[in-house]
């Protein structure tokens, strides 16, 4: 690790600062102040200053909502959304004879639109006629001409990617008038009422709220009458009447300009949907962003054989290997692909079925990567031998497809090893450490599909996302079983262990959302039948209902229904390769949290530099709780000290295996914590009027979260805590090399932590301990306030994140997560739970006093977090900036911690 700055404010802020006075310094700042980052500085100061006399001097007084993507870049992506930015890059980059022509409605709209009681914003609806009049022009087409209309999709486009969450409206134009005209134009009058048909279903559905089932019912009765099983048999006649029969369920806007402003408006208001704000909220996104809109010529693959619509990855999306993927529908629009409800082909079919169209592609898809610098995720449409992109993004893809792109990108000299880095999502490392079917186990494969997203699972099945959630709310693992999914499933995503569908591919809803979360899935997996009505899932011969187990493995694309034992992954060389540049790059260290030789083996395996936390109280449950009871209950000095007495080789030999486990690495060893309640029988259990329930009862506490425990349990109880330095520095001498360091929890007053450090000196001194740490965990907000005071007694500070949470909010964790904190994201109070992330502004701000008051008063003091906030990336990101030496986490987040660690570091140089 390199070296870094002790102060915990000029010495980080400093290397946070942002480079140039550009016009995003402004929000950058704000996003500062709104996460607790930094105050304003000087410079930030006068940048904003000269860039608001520039900006008043040259903006018009009418607020622009729209940018043509010929006027858009990729560095406006917070104003333009991501779809939009990238559109409008890519137009740059491929020319716009290869991207379709169109503009973007601002999130700044979507934002005033909101905020006006879903009133269109002032000048917007004029701005849009006049951006159509360009897009008109340019195209030599007209919304709404009889002869040769124009027709646009209006599609969403959120900062983040939010895959199948917002609404989209495709083929808009279309009336009585322009289906002549287009099937004149096309001399394809089935064509033209399939796209007419499309336009009036996704209007009704999209626009107006109808039910998608009516029109799927109605669709599947043209077939019926026609006795065809696909769509595409049915003729000009029944699409014609299928169209009539869809405009009956609605009154059916014939005026392209009115629909549409109403598909705008749509696509507004979907950012408030159901589905989008339990994605939001799964994914950290603020409510506050809002989407852009983006209106853009359509083209059309369902024109013939000679036509498509695809996904194409610049990479392997699974695998992250260097070959192209993705799936490709002949004859089909864009929504055919992604919806999930037709199966399609793999990309490389395309070269059998269009071999100019897709050396074309394959061209488009290395520029594209080589511009970004990043793996790609693009949708094309293939018009009557003629290639269009439609979109390009960074590609969503798992952890193992990650890394691989990091190792290879940086091999192939397309990226450095921090730009490498920077691409990878530190969270989706998670998922490389998930379980995976046992190697050596021999199972029957009942059903194959896509292999969707990595990792394996087994569970209930589950044939809704309401029976999902449901299920894990009792504790119940299960596996989403669906035939495909849509984008309401998202609740049942997040609640079950695995996914799996019968028909989609690699980028229908099912596979790119169960990417996103880190979830197992197999999706096509074509002899499935599920008949949710029924219940019922029929895998050949074999017929299930809900709640029969069934095991998936999301690597292979296998389905099983045995009980296969799952096994602990490996870690590829690719992920020791990226932990490796890691490790030369962050200068913030990584320790783990264990509390068992077990524990501590794997956090060393993992790259943890030492144990940041082993909490003893975790040694006295189970079995030994008795003699805990009894040294709490006992009714003399003799009684307790034979307890005590009992308990101390077994303590001694707990701290013996887990110091040889860390091979001379740090460990840090608090002293018993929990309250009293914890360790005492349940009074109801023993015999009413006896004396020991009388004692029992005696010590209850109304709220023992901050009563009789940590430094309190040890002032109270001395020989208790005497026993447990006896037995740790007993252990010590019997371990070459170990380096203890003791902590002492929940300290307030700075006397607390000078009598106990005098005891744990007289303790630890027949042991002839030699170099050791005595320091306190800094969990309440009066020891930040006195943190120079505590100093005085301490060699280290470790920030106990998760009390100082409960503390300082008035949070009681286990109450408020389950009743008060999701309302309070649906009301906009909070965007995310403090006790996943840091809360940057309150508790952010008191670490950050505790740090500095701290080595104001002794330099030399070592600052650690030892709360869950030590594995979370963007909380790691703020220690960076606030002279933390080192994070504890949980084993299986040390890597995602020496990553996020490696982030922050690259950020801070910029």
């Known amino acids: 690790m390199r070296e870094r700055r002790s102060d915990p404010f000029t010495g980080r802020l400093g290397e946070a600062g942002i480079g140039g006075h550009r016009l995003e310094i402004i929000p950058a700042i704000c996003e500062r102040r709104r996460h607790g980052i930094a105050r304003s500085r000087p410079d930030d100061i006068g940048a904003v200053l000269t860039i608001c006399m520039q900006m008043s001097a040259a903006l018009p007084t009418d607020r622009c909502w729209i940018v043509d993507f010929a006027d858009g870049s990729r560095e406006q992506r917070d104003l333009l959304g991501g779809k939009g930015a990238n559109v409008a890059e890519m137009t740059r980059v491929l020319g716009a004879e290869r991207v379709p022509g169109g503009f973007t409605i601002t999130t700044a709209a979507c934002v005033a639109y909101m905020k006006g009681a879903r009133r269109l914003p002032e000048g917007l609806e004029q701005q849009v006629r006049q951006a159509l009049g360009r897009l008109e022009r340019s195209a030599g087409k007209k919304l709404g001409d009889r002869l040769d209309p124009l027709l646009v999709s209006v599609r969403s486009g959120a900062r983040e990617s939010m895959p199948g969450m917002l609404d989209t409206v495709l083929n808009l134009g279309m009336n009585d008038e322009t289906v002549v005209g287009l099937a004149e134009r096309t001399g394809d009058e089935r064509f033209a009422w399939d796209t007419y048909r499309r336009f009036v279903q996704m209007y009704g559905n999209v626009v107006l709220g109808i039910d998608s089932a009516r029109f799927e019912q109605a669709i599947a009765a043209a077939k019926a009458d026609l006795r065809v099983r696909l769509d595409t048999e049915l003729d000009a006649a029944a699409l014609q009447k299928l169209t009539r029969a869809f405009q009956s369920f609605y009154d059916f806007p014939a005026d392209p300009f009115t629909q549409l402003i109403a598909a705008i408006r749509a696509v507004f208001d979907s950012w408030e949907n159901e589905r989008a704000v339990a994605y939001r909220r799964m994914n950290r996104i603020p409510a506050d962003w809002g989407t852009a809109v983006n209106v853009q010529q359509m083209v059309f693959g369902n024109l013939g054989n000679d036509s498509g619509s695809g996904v194409a990855f610049s990479r392997d999306e699974i695998t992250g290997a260097p070959e192209p993927s993705g799936d490709y529908l002949p004859n089909a629009q864009g929504e055919d692909v992604v919806s999930g ?333 929990p309250p009293l309640h914890e360790f005492l029988p349940d009074p109801t259990t023993m015999e009413e009027g006896s004396r020991e329930r009388a004692r029992v009862e005696q010590l209850q506490e109304q709220n023992p979260m901050l009563g009789t425990r940590g430094v309190r349990l040890g002032i109270l109880y001395p020989k208790l805590y005497e026993m447990q330095v ?167 987040r040390v890597p995602i911690a020496r990553v996020a660690a490696a982030q922050a570091a690259i950020r801070a140089a910029k």
């Open 341 to 673: 409800a037709r199966t399609p082909k793999d990309l490389r079919q395309l070269q059998q079925l269009l071999p100019d169209i897709h050396a074309q592609l394959l061209e488009i898809l290395r520029k594209l990567e080589r511009h970004y610098g990043d793996m790609q995720d693009t949708e094309f449409t293939v018009q009557e031998g003629r290639l269009y992109m439609l979109q390009t993004r960074s590609a969503k893809r798992p952890a193992q497809a990650a890394v691989r792109f990091a190792v290879d990108a940086v091999s192939e000299g397309l990226l450095d090893r921090a730009a490498a880095i920077a691409t990878i999502d530190a969270s989706s490392l998670e998922a490389l450490l998930h379980p995976i079917f046992d190697q050596s186990a021999h199972y029957e494969v009942v059903a194959t599909g896509i292999a969707a997203s990595p990792g394996a699972a087994k569970g209930e099945i589950a044939l809704s996302a309401r029976e999902a959630v449901l299920a894990a709310a009792e504790g119940r693992d299960v596996i989403l079983v669906r035939s495909f999914t849509e984008a309401d499933d998202v609740a049942g995503f997040h609640a079950a262990r695995g996914i799996l569908t019968s028909e989609g591919g690699k980028a229908s809803h099912a596979a790119l959302v169960a990417r996103g979360l880190g979830r197992p899935a197999v999706t096509g997996a074509a002899t499935v039948l599920v008949d949710e009505a029924a219940g019922e899932v029929r895998i050949g011969e074999h017929l299930l209902r809900a709640g029969d187990r069934i095991a998936i493995d999301g690597t292979l694309g296998r389905v099983t229904l045995d009980e296969v034992p799952l096994s602990e992954p490996v870690v590829s060389e690719h992920l020791q390769t990226v932990l490796c540049w890691c490790d030369e790059l962050r200068t913030l260290g990584v320790r783990a949290n264990a509390d068992t030789p077990a524990d501590a083996e794997k956090a060393v395996e993992l790259g943890a530099e030492g144990i940041g936390l082993c909490r003893t109280e975790h040694m006295f449950l189970g079995e030994r709780q008795p003699l805990m009871a009894a040294v709490i209950l006992a009714e003399d000095e003799v009684q307790r000290q034979r307890a005590i007495d009992e308990l101390r080789p077994l303590q001694e030999a707990d701290f013996e295996q887990i110091l040889h486990a860390v091979e001379g690495r740090p460990i840090t060893v608090r002293l018993l914590d």
């Open 726 to 892: 006896d037995a740790l520095f007993a252990a010590a001498s019997k371990v070459q090399g170990a380096r203890v360091e003791v902590m002492v929890p929940l300290v307030a007053y700075e006397a607390e932590l000078s009598i106990t450090r005098a005891l744990i000196e007289r303790a630890a001194e027949p042991h002839n301990p030699g170099e050791y740490l005595i320091g306190t965990m800094i969990e309440l907000p009066r020891a930040c306030f006195q943190a120079d005071e505590i100093a005085g007694d301490a060699d280290f500070f470790s920030f106990g994140t998760n009390d100082l949470t409960q503390t300082a909010l008035g949070f009681s964790r286990d109450d408020i997560e389950g009743r008060i904190i999701g309302r309070y994201i649906d009301v906009g109070i909070l965007d995310r739970s403090p006790f996943e992330t840091l809360d940057t502004p309150g508790v952010g701000q008191l670490v950050r006093m505790g740090a500095w008051l701290g080595r104001k008063a002794k330099l030399q003091l070592k600052l650690g977090i030892c709360g869950e906030h030590g594995g979370d990336p963007d909380s790691i990101d703020f220690f960076h900036h606030s002279g933390i030496d080192y994070v504890s986490c949980s084993p299986y």
